[in-house]
């Protein structure tokens, strides 16, 4: 069972990733040399990718395995995610701050519409 769930994962992950970056099960196959219906079966776990193919994968992805298996194992936080965290770390206290009071601003104002909706 636990074999089964690893193989879903990673075909969650493999979707993610490619959905993403826009791509289409048909464009990602083609770069990575494989049949577009293969990729569908390891996308929905029913088939187990294998290692050569998973690297072809990271390569398109332009990520090593640890990102691929850490995004995975983080709740699942997207490639574009990462970023936005990884800029965010990078930003003065200050400019943390803006951020922070945006985003808390933008989240008022979400439920305020919610509210006026439900009147």
Not at 21 to 47: F, N, P, V
Request: glycine share 6%; aromatic share 6%; proline share 1%.
């Amino acid at each position: 069972m636990v074999r089964k769930q690893q193989i879903a994962l990673v075909g969650r992950r493999i979707r993610q990733l490619r959905k993403d970056k826009a791509l289409t099960q048909a464009e990602l196959s083609g770069r990575i040399g494989i049949q577009q219906s293969d990729l569908c079966r390891m996308e929905s776990g029913e088939y187990r990718v294998s290692l050569e193919t998973l690297f072809k994968i990271l390569k398109v992805f332009e990520m090593g395995v640890a990102d691929f298996f850490d995004e995975s194992a983080s709740g699942g936080l997207s490639t574009e995610e990462h970023r936005l965290v990884d800029a965010y770390r990078a930003l003065s206290p200050a400019a943390k701050q803006q951020v922070r009071e945006f985003v808390r601003f933008t989240d008022q104002q979400r439920r305020k519409v919610r509210r006026d909706i439900k009147r």
